[in-house]
């Protein structure tokens, strides 16, 4: 009447919000579930070990940028934050580049088989974990190899590489079998966390959302010296080419193998079971 145009209904201020920049928690591990379904079905061996040996060698970069950054460094709150800053590159470029690293394949294959026939899936599964654990330490032990070969390192970066390595084979100083144990609770810890970085990675929807909880998660791994058999396999494979590194036999009895346990356990029990229980229950009680 007045030549006013009434709006059918008012705008709302949450019209005006951007789109979410995160999964939300419950659909996370159904993702996770789905891309390793795809693994395990549809990658063959060959491209597995490719895709597994980039990642070792992703990572074996990352313990090199941690020794670079932190070498020289006197202060240990600092010293540890660079160690962090510098170990997190290796795992952001494993996951932008969609390359299997073992314990990330640890979350991402319970939750496949939870989410999936355990028995139409198990034998592909198993396949694609051992295949992953192989490539990883092929690729650390030739890029650590490669990186020793062509680098001229400071004093300053092997006394820090030194170090590094000692804290990785700490337990072997304890001995028997309680001190394999610690080993192996150590490796549930690194993975509970590592595994979180997994999860978080995947929720994020953006560059930037997916490196600010990987690099608080893993620098948080690193700053408490928890054992993740990849990443130990780097600073290894550094330190043995190197020439000062405490022999494979002892790497792999004290370091590498009751890390892998603990990695499997942690990220079994402390992220893929708790997390598709809650996310389970959440979902049969929203129907």
Same mark, same amino acid.
């Given at each position: ?16 919000? @951007? ?15 789905? &891309? ?15 895709? *597994?040996?980039? /990642?070792?060698?992703?990572i074996t ?9 932190a070498?020289g ?22 996951v932008?580049? +969609? ?13 496949t ?8 899936? +198990?034998?592909? &599964? ?6 992953? /654990?192989?490539g990883n ?14 680098? *001229?390192? *400071?004093?300053?970066?092997? #006394? #820090? ?22 080993? &192996?609770?150590?490796?549930? %810890? ?5 595994? %979180? ?9 953006? %560059? ?13 791994? &690193? ?22 590194? @405490? ?16 990695? %499997? ?17 959440? *979902?049969?009680?929203?129907?």
């Open positions: 009447m007045f030549g006013v145009t009434i709006n059918d209904a008012p705008s709302s201020p949450l019209d005006d919000l @951007p789109p979410s920049q995160h999964l939300p928690p419950e659909k996370v591990l159904l993702e996770m579930a789905e &891309v390793g379904s795809r693994r395990a079905s549809n990658m063959s061996t060959t491209q597995v070990l490719v895709l *597994s040996i980039l /990642a070792g060698a992703f970069a990352g313990a090199l940028f941690s020794v670079l950054l070498e460094t006197t202060n240990a709150g600092a010293k540890k934050l660079l160690e962090g800053f510098g170990f997190s590159t290796g795992f952001f470029l494993v932008l580049t +969609g390359s299997l690293l073992f314990t990330e394949i640890n979350v991402e294959m319970p939750a088989l939870l989410g999936g026939d355990p028995r139409a899936l +198990g034998r592909q &599964v198993a396949k694609l974990w051992g295949l992953a /654990a192989l330490m092929i690729g650390a032990f030739v890029m650590g190899w490669a990186m020793v070969e062509v680098s *001229s390192f *400071s004093p300053e970066f092997h #006394q #820090q590489l030194k170090e590094i390595v000692a804290v990785k084979m700490r337990f072997r100083d304890v001995g028997g079998p309680g001190g394999w144990s610690k080993a &192996v609770l150590s490796g549930v %810890i690194a993975n509970w966390l590592v595994g %979180i970085a997994a999860f978080l990675s995947v929720m994020g929807r953006s %560059i930037i959302g997916k490196y600010i909880p990987i690099f608080l998660t893993v620098s948080l791994f &690193v700053a408490g010296g928890f054992l993740h058999s990849p990443a130990n396999m780097g600073y290894f494979s550094l330190a043995e080419h190197g020439g000062y590194g @405490p022999g494979w036999g002892p790497a792999f009895g004290w370091s590498l193998v009751p890390a892998a346990l603990g990695n %499997i356990l942690g990220a079994l029990f402390l992220v893929a079971l708790p997390l598709w229980y809650a996310i389970t229950r959440t *979902s049969t009680a929203s129907d």
